[in-house]
């Protein structure tokens, strides 16, 4: 039990987008466990529980079922890595598994008391705590690799059809979408390439296309299904910069949502389906990016908390670092797990991810913490926006957590002096990396290494 080198040998990761297996050692308080819907050559779903550092998979033709009487088929397959409980794409046609892989539910699950987890010989007792699959089910051996998975009498039972589900739980894209994703990257036809956006640093609209391009699996978690904002700067940035809540082009890419705003007229707002919007969006001269803190499908639940630490000018990065320490305390004091990233100019980010039932309960909590760190230390901080009140003070922006606010999302380029990005770290990071020193030119070192934010959705 408890073994990658099955999956590995039976993956070519030089055609997979697959994650390569690699086992897991350190302990986690919460075990975890994914669906995953898979159109291959036959649809099922696949359950996967970790236990011992890997995900142990079951795949189940009919997917499961909330009737207690159904005794759906769990066929017992070879171990996963954790890693691939972020994946969702296409495997390549004539590759093991081919076919579409969508995020059905992501959450955590504990076996039930009393009972000890054998995936040898079963019966395996466990109650799921996921975001569409709820209760507790039992997995009864039969014979070799065939297992039942059968659902247990709780409160769940009947309320809830897995068939009434249809898009993936983290991107809100259908099965056809991801497919249409995954087909090689629609040829957009770039003017003017050569053109220096970046005159001192000598950085062209190409660089900035084919930045967006490499960084693809990281930013897209962010940028896709969120509606944005873009900053343009067609002729450079040194010349005039313009900050887009309306974007003025469509294409099949791109997805447009209407609103009504407070006066009740209607406005739309957009956002990327793929990659290919947000480089058809590089095309028309847009090189930053921002986006709401919910997605676009759920935009009445925000998801992220975002801080954002400004600095009065000239004050010291020690300080600014203090910053980020007292607010990390806070959060961690209040059991809230939360990532950092440079801004790209003079201050750090901290993102929260959070689940939450509305925007008032979003900037409750952030307006909370902001004014618990100002009456900590009123002499180091504020609330206050206004440049003559945050004087020798780090101000603490939480004004981006309410409905129709951005941030700038992580791994986008910044139109400021050097083409810096906003780039996500390490926590252990914090004191070697300045708030403005991860540029588009030295990035691609980074991105060889591991993502510091891999677990952000999980």
């Known amino acids: 039990m408890a073994d990658l080198k099955k999956y590995n040998a039976k993956r070519n990761f030089a055609k997979t987008q697959e994650p390569i297996g690699k086992k897991e050692t350190r302990k986690r308080k919460k075990l975890r466990f994914v669906i995953q819907h898979h159109l291959a050559r036959k649809d099922h779903y696949d359950l996967r529980l970790e236990h011992l550092g890997v995900y142990i998979s079951f795949a189940i033709p009919k997917g499961p079922s909330f009737n207690t009487k159904d005794k759906r088929l769990a066929i017992h397959v070879e171990d996963h890595p954790l890693s691939y409980g972020n994946f969702e794409g296409v495997i390549p046609k004539g590759e093991y598994g081919g076919g579409t892989v969508m995020l059905f539910d992501t959450g955590y699950y504990t076996f039930q008391k009393d009972t000890h987890p054998d995936f040898i010989l079963g019966p395996i007792k466990f109650s799921l705590q996921g975001k569409r699959l709820k209760g507790s089910w039992s997995l009864v051996k039969m014979?070799?690799?065939?297992?039942?998975?059968?659902?247990e009498k709780d409160e769940f039972v009947g309320k809830i059809n897995i068939q009434d589900y249809h898009t993936s739980i983290k991107t809100g894209r259908t099965m056809e979408e991801i497919a249409e994703n995954a087909l090689p990257k629609t040829m957009i036809k770039l003017t003017n390439p050569q053109k220096l956006i970046f005159k001192k640093e000598k950085v062209t609209k190409q660089d900035i296309f084919d930045y967006y391009k490499m960084v693809e699996k990281r930013i897209m978690p962010f940028l896709q299904n969120r509606l944005i904002s873009t900053v343009r700067a067609p002729e450079g940035i040194e010349k005039e910069i313009f900050f887009m809540?309306?974007?003025?082009?469509?294409?099949k890419d791109i997805?447009?949502?209407?609103?009504?705003?407070?006066?009740?007229?209607?406005?739309?707002?957009?956002?990327?389906?793929?990659?290919?919007?947000?480089?058809?969006?590089?095309?028309?001269?847009?090189?930053e990016f921002h986006i709401w803190g919910c997605p676009q499908n759920t935009i009445k639940k925000p998801d992220i908390i975002v801080f954002d630490l400004d600095p009065d000018e000239g004050l010291?990065?020690?300080?600014?670092?203090?910053?980020?320490?007292?607010?990390?305390?806070?959060?961690?004091?209040?059991k809230l797990k939360s990532y950092l990233k440079t801004s790209g100019g003079k201050g750090y980010h901290i993102y929260v991810p959070l689940p939450m039932t509305s925007w008032q309960k979003c900037e409750k909590i952030s307006s909370d913490i902001a004014e618990l760190m100002v009456l900590n230390h009123p002499d180091k901080y504020t609330t206050n926006m206004r440049k003559e009140k945050r004087k020798n003070k780090i101000f603490i922006d939480y004004f981006r957590n309410k409905l129709g606010s951005t941030s700038v999302c992580p791994y986008s380029l910044r139109l400021k002096k050097k083409a810096t990005i906003s780039c996500p770290i390490f926590w252990k990071e914090l004191d070697t990396i300045k708030p403005?020193?991860?540029?588009?030119?030295?990035?691609?070192?980074?991105?060889?290494?591991?993502?510091?934010?891999?677990?952000f959705f999980e």
């Not at 809540?245 to 294409?251: P, T």
């Open 143 to 151: 014979q070799k690799d065939n297992w039942l998975l059968i659902k």
């Open 245 to 251: 809540k309306h974007l003025n082009h469509r294409g």
């Open 255 to 287: 997805g447009r949502k209407t609103m009504k705003d407070k006066a009740k007229d209607s406005t739309s707002y957009y956002y990327f389906k793929n990659i290919n919007g947000l480089l058809s969006e590089v095309q028309m001269n847009s090189y």
């Open 316 to 334: 010291s990065l020690k300080k600014v670092r203090d910053g980020v320490r007292d607010l990390k305390q806070i959060l961690d004091n209040l």
């Open 436 to 455: 403005d020193s991860i540029t588009i030119k030295n990035i691609k070192e980074r991105l060889k290494k591991k993502d510091p934010w891999f677990d």
